[in-house]
């Protein structure tokens, strides 16, 4: 295939990556408002961990049978999926769904801050810097300060 049919396809699919997942936003905005965050969040991983296995049956891969494997994925699963998401749904019962999709852009940034604070493993150069503060600006542009003036408020 060459390069010039590959790009539109790419782009397709970028584009429905990106649908998809700001969408899940709203979903969780619209479900939350029936649902308790816990379970609908336990509702979608679950679902989401179904289709998965699907597919690993369907490639015929094989599951791990190790134990301190699993252990680990259960801790990266709660860690990046489990633990966040539902923090995220419980926001939701008093944040628009829009702010809390641009506040969840941050993340990126505190991980990088939380890394260079603690664990000191990366080095903090010039550039990264003007990084993480064009994307603090960019964010703050993005809200807008009107965003943040409910915050802290009771419903």
Known sequence: MSEETEMPTDLALLGALAVL???SYTFIKIGVETIPPVTFIAA??????AILLSV?????????ADAAMWRRFAFQA??????PFTLIAAAERSVDAGLATILN????IFTFLLTALITRHEPVTARKLVGVGAGIVGICLIIGTEALGGLGRQM
């Open 105 to 108: 852009a941050t993340s990126p």
């Open 56 to 64: 690993i049956r369907w490639r015929g891969l094989a599951m791990p």
């Open 21 to 23: 997942w700001g969408a």
């Open 44 to 49: 979608r991983t679950l679902i989401a961990g």
């Open 78 to 83: 709660c860690l990046n999926s489990v633990v």
